[in-house]
T-cell receptor
C-alpha cells in the first residue's frame, strides 16, 4: 500500500513559468513532509520541508503548500530554471516513527 | 570530501553470488538507512539502524541483510543475488538531535547494481 503517492511520473514546463508538483498521502499520522531533488548519478538532496502545523513554507523560488484536510501537498517553483530539471521526491514522516516514506517521484523537465 | 560515501559505485554480478555494498559517513550521525530505487516505485526502505546495536527491517528486507560495524559504517549484503534485485541502492544518514523532528536524511551517491 503506497502511503505517499506522486501520480504524475513526469512534468514538462517552459523556462520562466511556474512548476507545480503534487503529492498525496493516506496516513493521517504523518506530521512532517519533505521534498527531495535528485540529479542523475547523484543521491537525493533535501530541498524544502513543512510541518503539519503550517500550511505554507517558502524558501526563495520554492514554496510548499500543505492541505491537511485533503491530505495533499504541492511544491511550487517560480520561476522555473533549466537547472531545476531533476526527479523530485515527496517524503513524509510520522511522529516517533523516525523514518521517511517516499513517493514514486516526478521527473521535471524545464524547456528553454 | 563527500559526507556519505558508497562503494562500489557500480557492480555487475551473477545470480547466486554474494555481494556486499558498503556505506561510510563522516557526518557523525547515529542513524543510517539503506534504500533501493526502482523506476516507478520511488525509494523503498530496506533496513535502518539507530545505533550500532539497533537494526530494524524496513518494508522490503527479504533477501537482504545488514551489518553496522561502527557508528560510521553500515553495510548491506545480498546473500544470494537474484535478477529482481537489480536496482539503484542508496545509503542515508540522519541526526537524532534534529530538533525539528523532521528526520531529514542525507544520501550517498548510490550504487548501481546489476544482477545477470
Amino acid at each position: 500500500d503506497q502511503q505517499v503517492k506522486q501520480n504524475s511520473p513526469s512534468l514538462s514546463v517552459q523556462e520562466g513559468r511556474i512548476s507545480i508538483l503534487n503529492c498525496d498521502y493516506t496516513n493521517s499520522m504523518f506530521d512532517y513532509f519533505l521534498w527531495y531533488k535528485k540529479y542523475p548519478a547523484e543521491g537525493p538532496t533535501f530541498l524544502i520541508s513543512i510541518s503539519s502545523i503550517k500550511d505554507k513554507n517558502e524558501d526563495g523560488r520554492f514554496t510548499v503548500f500543505l492541505n491537511k484536510s485533503a491530505k495533499h501537498l504541492s511544491l511550487h517553483i517560480v520561476p522555473s530554471q533549466p537547472g531545476d530539471s531533476a526527479v523530485y521526491f515527496c517524503a513524509a514522516s510520522a511522529a516517533g516513527a523516525q523514518k521517511l516514506v517516499f513517493g514514486q517521484g516526478t521527473r521535471l523537465t524545464i524547456n528553454p | 570530501d563527500a559526507d556519505v560515501t558508497q562503494t562500489p559505485r557500480n557492480r555487475i554480478t551473477k545470480t547466486g553470488k554474494r555481494i556486499m555494498l558498503e556505506c561510510s559517513q563522516t557526518k557523525g550521525h547515529d542513524r543510517m538507512y539503506w534504500y533501493r530505487q526502482d523506476p516507478g516505485l520511488g525509494l523503498r526502505l530496506i533496513y535502518y539502524s539507530f545505533d550500532v546495536k539497533d537494526i530494524n527491517k524496513g518494508e522490503i528486507s527479504d533477501g537482504y541483510s545488514v551489518s553496522r560495524q561502527a557508528q560510521a559504517k553500515f553495510s548491506l549484503s545480498l546473500e544470494s543475488a537474484i535478477p529482481n534485485q537489480t536496482a539503484l541502492y542508496f545509503c542515508a544518514t540522519s541526526d537524532r538531535r534534529d530538533r525539528r523532528g523532521s528526520y531529514e536524511q542525507y544520501f550517498g551517491p548510490g550504487t548501481r547494481l546489476t544482477v545477470t
